[in-house]
């Protein structure tokens, strides 16, 4: 198939998932076809698991698009997505992670929505699924969104707010963009184990402030798999924690190393928080607090030391 054939991309990036990359390929399979040409696109980011096997076994491959497969060795998942703008041959690349499940109809409604609007960007709905173990009491609504859970709402609008992201786990991009935009940031984002991300973000962001055209597809639905490693307090502490010491990096900049004092009184009115929550509330009420905690601590840190080696 000639690239000016391809009118959409699919991108997946993999590290090290094998068994959940298995059953998202799967799941793949139940895609409704759209109208257009499409091809799907695998970047297995220095993967050392069983990936390598999984992608070359023929039995999950499904009917509709062309299939090809790059290895990534740079490791990084914004050097993976990089990597995929650059071998994409679609008008638009989409973008799903390893561990998702889309509705069958996910496809068709970013067709429709790139055939009504043409935009710049545009990203759907990111519901999430428990896979193999039961939602936690201490797991509250607000939570969910650090397990990437997205809504802007059931209608499809503009988005312009840089608080209102599409997240890289189900959006989609127009390729010639990346041309003046620019690709993601490679100092952000996952690195094998390491838990930080923000290079989705950032990228919406600059979009935004660029005056480029984002719209929210609401009808383009992602199903998120939780497993039960991030179901812990541990990982929620861990995220904000990483979150925080990339956030202390940037801001410090070219200023002195040393944390400035009214970061030390935010970590304390952080602490304080957690400490009157607790015995109003218990514990099942302090993890959000706590968090904060967590964040000031490694935003202390990134300040001094810079990002985690």
Not at 185 to 210: C, H, I, K, S
Request: charged letters at 25%; hydrophobic letters at 40%.
């Amino acid at each position: 198939m000639n690239a000016a054939d391809v009118a959409y991309t699919v991108a997946l990036c993999t590290h090290n998932h094998a068994p959940r990359l298995a059953r998202t390929l799967r799941d793949l399979g139940g895609l409704i076809q759209p109208e257009q040409p499409w091809e799907f696109l695998v970047i297995d980011n220095a993967s050392t698991d069983d990936t390598a096997a999984i992608l070359v076994d023929k039995s999950w491959r499904f009917p509709g698009p062309e299939v090809r497969m790059v290895r990534e060795e740079k490791l990084g998942i914004s050097h993976a997505r990089n990597r995929a703008v650059t071998e994409a041959r679609g008008e638009y690349i989409i973008f799903i992670d390893d561990d998702e499940t889309p509705d069958t109809g996910w496809l068709r409604a970013y067709e429709h929505m790139i055939q009504q609007e043409h935009p710049d960007a545009l990203g759907g709905r990111i519901d999430v699924m428990f896979e193999d173990a039961d939602r936690p009491p201490w797991l509250s609504d607000e939570l969910l969104g650090f397990l990437g859970k997205l809504d802007h709402g059931t209608v499809q609008h503009q988005l312009t707010d840089s608080d209102t992201p599409i997240f890289t786990g189900n959006c989609g991009f127009k390729k010639s963009i990346f041309d003046d935009a620019g690709l993601f940031n490679v100092d952000l984002g996952r690195r094998g184990g390491d838990n930080t991300g923000g290079e989705d973000t950032e990228m919406y962001r600059r979009l935004v402030e660029a005056g480029y055209s984002v719209w929210w597809t609401p009808s383009a639905v992602i199903n998120h798999r939780i497993q039960v490693g991030k179901l812990s307090r541990r990982y929620f502490l861990d995220l904000h924690y990483r979150e925080g010491r990339m956030a202390g990096l940037l801001a410090r900049g070219g200023h002195s190393r040393i944390p400035p004092f009214y970061l030390y009184l935010q970590l304390g009115h952080a602490i304080r928080n957690v400490f009157v929550l607790w015995r109003s509330g218990g514990r099942n009420a302090t993890l959000r607090r706590e968090m904060n905690i967590a964040y000031f601590v490694g935003y202390i840190l990134g300040w001094a030391l810079g990002r985690i080696s």
